[in-house]
């Protein structure tokens, strides 16, 4: 104040310092509350304090208030926190034992209460008050006071790893360390079991009827490699592949195949999805289809060159760069990758093609040392063509004709004479059904 030209009396200045001390020791000065009292939001710009939101949520003179315990679970059994504290130090490599040494300066194996929750908590450990509770009196030492017997408590959680004292008897069974917590999670109705098994049908139709692998979708999901994916990525993953789902049955598959953090496990959701169901029909009568084709052909494309041109218009339309996806199955850079991984890719991509001209151009790249494999990178390299060529540089003089995909408006085939009047035929024949009954054919279709 003195640097301002501000000079007051020694009462007056008493009288400031005794306010605006608001730490109670004659050291510190809340100047920050003076200098807001003298200028002021109100006063400087005519805008009160209620246009500043930081005070809504840190007001000056009254403290945020917080309840008691952050979380609320409500364990069964001691089993259940010992079986969720194994399963947090095997995913974290923890060795929990460490946290709570330095507190036991004679070891003897016992700390405090108050200790033992500072412990729990730079171990990154959240427990709530009920959980604490029933550790602290299944672990209560014979001491007086309230102590915690931390060397049996780690021991305990430490089971997950192995055992202690296994030199002494060496046929003791390690890796049968429960991790599995139950409590929290409510139980699975049959609605919900009903609901289930129609996703897992609509599925299944679509995996089989397009042979695809489904586990790669989900992967792509799961970056860690978890096997578990939360309830919006299924639904993601699901709806992407074209079955539908709604919340009540996204709802449903999280009880049956969630676990207590609320993702879901998708390995068991597929092992149960295709496991081979068998149903008992009616004896075969010998009867034959009696399904004619006529000028309809579902095969596709009837040789390999057909087939890559399909593909290379498609790539050109769309601007896809196919290598990319199919490297991500081939992380040591070998060249092939697995036929429903290959596939898997080219259905995701939204190349439409059927059935057999998949199996075309699996057998035409086949790898003649792996059948099961598909020389990718071949494949990649006669698509890449459309857009440049290799060894440039070696021939800089050479010109490139640019691709030109033809229109999706294109016909593919031209009517002839006697088709184009059947098929006028057939209109007139149809208008003169529609405007004699008088009918709306459009909300038909």
């Given at each position: 104040?003195?640097?301002l030209g501000v000079?007051a009396?020694e009462?007056v200045?008493?009288?400031?310092?005794k306010?605006?001390?608001?730490?109670?020791n004659?050291?510190e000065v809340n100047?920050y509350d003076?200098?807001?009292?003298?200028?002021s939001?109100d006063?400087?710009?005519n805008?009160?304090?209620g246009w500043?939101?930081?005070?809504?949520y840190?007001?000056?003179?009254?403290?945020?208030?917080?309840?008691?315990?952050?979380?609320?679970?409500?364990?069964?059994?001691?089993?259940?926190?010992?079986?969720?504290?194994?399963?947090?130090?095997?995913?974290?490599r923890?060795r929990i034992?460490e946290?709570?040494?330095?507190?036991?300066k004679?070891?003897s194996?016992?700390i405090t209460?108050?200790q033992f929750?500072?412990?729990l908590n730079?171990?990154?450990?959240?427990?709530s008050?009920a959980?604490?509770?029933?550790?602290?009196?299944?672990?209560?030492?014979?001491?007086a006071?309230?102590h915690i017997?931390w060397?049996?408590?780690?021991d305990?959680?430490d089971?997950v790893?192995t055992?202690?004292?296994?030199e002494?008897?060496?046929?003791?069974?390690?890796?049968?360390?429960?991790?599995?917590?139950f409590?929290?999670?409510?139980?699975?109705?049959?609605?919900d079991f009903d609901?289930?098994?129609?996703v897992?049908?609509?599925?299944?139709?679509?995996v089989?009827?397009?042979?695809?692998?489904a586990?790669?979708f989900?992967q792509?999901?799961?970056?860690?490699?978890?096997?578990k994916?939360s309830?919006k990525?299924?639904?993601?993953?699901?709806t992407l592949?074209?079955?539908?789902?709604?919340d009540?049955?996204?709802?449903a598959v999280?009880?049956?195949?969630?676990?207590?953090l609320?993702?879901?496990?998708?390995?068991?959701?597929?092992?149960?999805?295709?496991?081979?169901?068998?149903v008992i029909?009616e004896?075969?009568?010998?009867?034959?289809?009696?399904?004619i084709?006529?000028?309809?052909?579902f095969?596709?494309?009837?040789?390999?060159?057909?087939?890559?041109?399909?593909?290379?218009?498609?790539?050109m339309r769309n601007?896809?760069?196919?290598?990319?996806?199919?490297?991500d199955?081939?992380?040591l850079?070998?060249?092939?990758?697995?036929a429903?991984?290959?596939r898997?890719?080219?259905?995701?991509?939204k190349?439409?093609l059927?059935?057999e001209?998949y199996?075309?151009l699996?057998?035409?790249?086949r790898?003649?040392?792996d059948p099961i494999k598909?020389?990718?990178f071949?494949?990649?390299e006669?698509?890449?063509?459309?857009?440049?060529?290799k060894?440039?540089?070696?021939?800089?003089v050479k010109?490139?004709?640019a691709?030109?995909?033809?229109?999706?408006?294109?016909?593919?085939?031209?009517?002839?004479q006697a088709?184009?009047d059947?098929?006028?035929?057939?209109?007139k024949?149809i208008?003169?059904d529609v405007?004699?009954?008088?009918l709306?054919?459009k909300p038909?279709?």
């Amino acid at each position: 104040m003195g640097y301002l030209g501000v000079s007051a009396s020694e009462d007056v200045l008493n009288v400031l310092l005794k306010a605006y001390m608001d730490k109670g020791n004659v050291d510190e000065v809340n100047y920050y509350d003076f200098c807001d009292d003298i200028d002021s939001c109100d006063n400087l710009f005519n805008v009160g304090r209620g246009w500043n939101h930081s005070f809504d949520y840190y007001p000056k003179t009254q403290p945020r208030i917080t309840g008691i315990d952050i979380k609320k679970d409500l364990p069964n059994d001691v089993d259940d926190i010992i079986a969720k504290l194994r399963q947090h130090c095997k995913e974290q490599r923890t060795r929990i034992s460490e946290f709570f040494r330095d507190f036991d300066k004679l070891r003897s194996g016992y700390i405090t209460e108050a200790q033992f929750r500072i412990g729990l908590n730079m171990c990154k450990i959240v427990l709530s008050g009920a959980e604490f509770r029933l550790l602290a009196d299944h672990f209560q030492a014979p001491k007086a006071g309230a102590h915690i017997k931390w060397k049996e408590f780690s021991d305990c959680v430490d089971e997950v790893f192995t055992i202690k004292n296994l030199e002494r008897s060496v046929d003791i069974l390690t890796g049968d360390a429960r991790t599995q917590s139950f409590y929290g999670k409510t139980d699975p109705t049959q609605n919900d079991f009903d609901l289930v098994r129609g996703v897992q049908d609509r599925f299944k139709a679509l995996v089989q009827r397009e042979r695809l692998d489904a586990k790669s979708f989900f992967q792509d999901q799961d970056r860690h490699n978890y096997f578990k994916v939360s309830p919006k990525q299924f639904k993601q993953t699901i709806t992407l592949l074209g079955v539908a789902m709604t919340d009540e049955e996204v709802r449903a598959v999280v009880n049956v195949y969630g676990n207590k953090l609320g993702d879901i496990e998708y390995l068991p959701f597929l092992k149960d999805t295709f496991v081979l169901r068998y149903v008992i029909n009616e004896p075969y009568t010998g009867a034959n289809s009696t399904y004619i084709n006529i000028n309809i052909d579902f095969t596709g494309a009837k040789g390999v060159e057909m087939l890559l041109k399909k593909i290379k218009d498609s790539v050109m339309r769309n601007r896809i760069r196919l290598g990319e996806f199919l490297q991500d199955h081939d992380p040591l850079r070998k060249g092939t990758i697995e036929a429903t991984k290959f596939r898997t890719t080219l259905y995701a991509q939204k190349i439409q093609l059927t059935k057999e001209e998949y199996q075309n151009l699996e057998d035409y790249y086949r790898d003649p040392k792996d059948p099961i494999k598909i020389r990718y990178f071949d494949f990649n390299e006669d698509i890449e063509k459309i857009f440049t060529e290799k060894d440039l540089e070696k021939d800089p003089v050479k010109t490139l004709s640019a691709y030109k995909a033809p229109s999706i408006l294109d016909p593919k085939c031209v009517l002839t004479q006697a088709e184009e009047d059947e098929l006028d035929a057939s209109m007139k024949r149809i208008g003169t059904d529609v405007r004699h009954r008088r009918l709306l054919i459009k909300p038909f279709f």
